[in-house]
């Protein structure tokens, strides 16, 4: 059996209802629920949450919603391995054996359904850990700069300071959007980032949403890449 999860708790913060909040004309978190049930790869998309509008409008959506996210799993510091470990129990519980879960950020209008579909090969060929895409960062981290409260900067690494850009080693961080995983995995409390095989998507694919100026950015791009669908 293989599971999508997408934790989307009650209480963001620094965009109040940011799971819900309308997003190029639908609440945010069907963007996420939409790309699970587009790639084919899920014999149950849930939704784990701890608010009751959240799990109405999953349900409207496609997703199921099968429990109440207990409250101590619902904070701003809860992890997402024990999070996903919840859900995982709770339908093992009720007799579900999956094999193989996917944790979907709610978060993620941008999230393509073959990025799904590559992240369970990549993770079938590993067996065992997890599987996730990452993008570049846009400029070498090499050539990093600190800054001072006065305004000096000094390079965090001097030994790059006259080597090319070309010749330095390309760096990448997690897009921030899935996780494919082993159910092994996650019920070990197995760290993701130490545990797990990559692919590489388009910067242009990865939008981190924490600010109001976040949204309209990935609103306009959005907006960019869908215009042939909105004629």
Same mark, same amino acid.
């Given at each position: 059996?293989?599971?999508?999860?997408?934790?989307?708790?009650?209480?963001?913060?620094?965009?109040?209802?940011?799971?819900?909040?309308?997003?190029?004309?639908?609440?945010? #978190?069907?963007?996420?629920?939409?790309? *699970?049930? +587009?790639?084919?790869? &899920?014999?149950?998309?849930?939704?784990?949450? %701890? $608010?009751?509008? #959240?799990?109405?409008?999953?349900?409207? *959506?496609? +997703?199921?919603?099968? &429990?109440?996210?207990?409250?101590?799993?619902? %904070? $701003?510091?809860?992890?997402?391995?024990?999070?996903?470990?919840?859900?995982?129990?709770?339908?093992?519980?009720?007799?579900?054996?999956?094999?193989?879960?996917?944790?979907?950020?709610?978060?993620?209008?941008?999230?393509?359904?073959?990025?799904?579909?590559?992240?369970?090969?990549?993770?079938?060929?590993?067996?065992?850990?997890?599987?996730?895409?990452?993008?570049?960062?846009?400029?070498?981290?090499?050539?990093?700069?600190?800054?001072?409260?006065?305004?000096?900067?000094?390079?965090?690494?001097?030994?790059?300071?006259?080597?090319?850009?070309?010749?330095?080693?390309?760096?990448?961080?997690?897009?921030?959007?899935?996780?494919?995983?082993?159910?092994?995995?996650?019920?070990?409390?197995?760290?993701?980032?130490?545990?797990?095989?990559?692919?590489?998507?388009?910067?242009?694919?990865?939008?981190?949403?924490?600010?109001?100026?976040?949204?309209?950015?990935?609103?306009?791009?959005?907006?960019?890449?869908?215009?042939?669908?909105?004629?």
């Amino acid at each position: 059996m293989r599971l999508a999860v997408i934790p989307a708790r009650g209480g963001s913060k620094r965009i109040p209802r940011k799971n819900i909040r309308p997003f190029a004309g639908r609440p945010m #978190i069907t963007h996420a629920i939409g790309a *699970a049930l +587009a790639s084919e790869v &899920f014999d149950q998309v849930i939704v784990s949450t %701890d $608010d009751a509008e #959240i799990a109405e409008i999953a349900r409207v *959506a496609g +997703a199921e919603v099968p &429990f109440t996210r207990p409250a101590e799993l619902a %904070d $701003d510091i809860t992890p997402t391995v024990p999070v996903i470990a919840h859900a995982i129990n709770a339908l093992m519980a009720a007799g579900l054996t999956p094999a193989q879960v996917c944790c979907i950020y709610p978060g993620v209008p941008l999230l393509s359904p073959q990025d799904l579909v590559q992240g369970l090969e990549l993770l079938k060929q590993a067996g065992q850990g997890y599987a996730f895409p990452v993008t570049p960062f846009p400029s070498p981290i090499q050539r990093a700069l600190r800054r001072h409260e006065d305004g000096r900067t000094e390079p965090f690494d001097a030994r790059h300071v006259g080597t090319r850009t070309q010749d330095l080693e390309p760096a990448y961080h997690d897009s921030g959007q899935f996780y494919w995983g082993a159910t092994p995995s996650w019920l070990g409390g197995l760290n993701i980032h130490q545990n797990a095989r990559t692919f590489v998507i388009p910067e242009w694919r990865c939008v981190d949403i924490d600010t109001l100026d976040d949204w309209l950015r990935a609103e306009a791009l959005y907006g960019v890449l869908h215009a042939k669908d909105h004629p």
